[in-house]
Every structure is written in C-alpha cells, then in structure tokens.
C-alpha cells in the first residue's frame, strides 16, 4: 500500500525530530560532526561552532561553506535543522541576516540553543513549512537549501515559494541526493518511501 503525502511527512518530520533530541541514537539517514565533516565541512570550521548544531547535523551537502554568500545579503536557510548552515552563513554575511526556516519544533530548538551560544545576533529562527515560507516576496539575496527536496512531497510548492521570495538576479544554492538506479519494489512504498 503507497502511503499519502501528508503520512510521508509525519514519517520524515518524526524521524528528524528524533534525530534533534538524540543525535547519538540510530536513525534512517546520517547524522552528526562526522557526517558533517564527511561532505566536505572543514574541522577548524566547526570547532568554532557550537556542538549542539553540528552534533545533530543532517543535511547532504557542505552547501553553506560553497555557496556564494556576500557581505550584507540577506539569506534564506530552508531546512535548516539543528542550524548549523545558518550558523555558517551568519559568520560570511556579516553585517546581513540569515533567516532559518524548520518545520520540526526540536531541530529548532536546537538550532535557537547553538545560535544563542555563539552570540549569532544576525542568525534568526522560524518554525514553518518549506511550501509556505513566511517571508515577503522578492526579499532573499540567496536561499540555502540542504537536502529537503526528497523528504517533502509539496516539491512543487518550494519551487514556487522561491521563486517568489528570492528576489530578481538572487540565487538558490541546493544539494539533494540523487538516486542513480531504479529503487526495489519494497523501497518504492509505504514509510520507506521518502525518495518518491
């Protein structure tokens, strides 16, 4: 039986909420410093940072550290879990903002705890969905987004709320796993499904 979206998404946002409150616990996906550091995160560069966003690090891609952020942007992290993207870009901005948008009230809470210990006053945190950002249109220099794509089912919608809220000649930086084989018929259904 294939599962619905909305089932899906509880899947997912249950399965990271987890990941938020034990990070050291197994989870379905990687998670941590050393899966941070293991796509590509400099370890000078999070020994800077609080353990509490790298600890529950989840994402695909070291996209923070290569995406072309600016002195002064203003910078949409969507998907920023435990916060540690945002983090980054709040130190490459500097005098900008980042704005970090979560749907899990856990990964939040963790990111909100890391950017009040890093003294990280231009780094701020929102709990929404992906597909309905609250962000005015065509105000986002650039938007950060780190692995969501195949997690949300709303695909669609995201598209659409960047290219509403990033504004003309903005950019969006993004990495998302790719699978590279036809996925067995026991993988294409039900709760395993999260690449659908």
Known sequence: MIEGPATLRASVHGAYSAAALDPAAKH???V??????S???PTELLSRLPNSAAAAFAGVSNVAVTAPVEEGMTILDIGCGAGLDSLIAGRRVGAGRVIGIDF???MLARAL????DHGAANVHFVQASAESLPCPDASVDLALVNGIFNL???RAAIFHELARVVKPGGRVAGAELIVGDNLPEVLRQGSANWFS
Request: no cysteine.
């Open 152 to 154: 949300n089912p709303f």
């Open 32 to 37: 941590g410093r050393d899966f941070a550091e």
């Open 104 to 106: 899990s009230a856990a």
């Open 28 to 30: 379905p996906f990687p």
């Open 113 to 116: 705890e890391a950017a009040r």
């Open 39 to 41: 796509v590509g995160y």
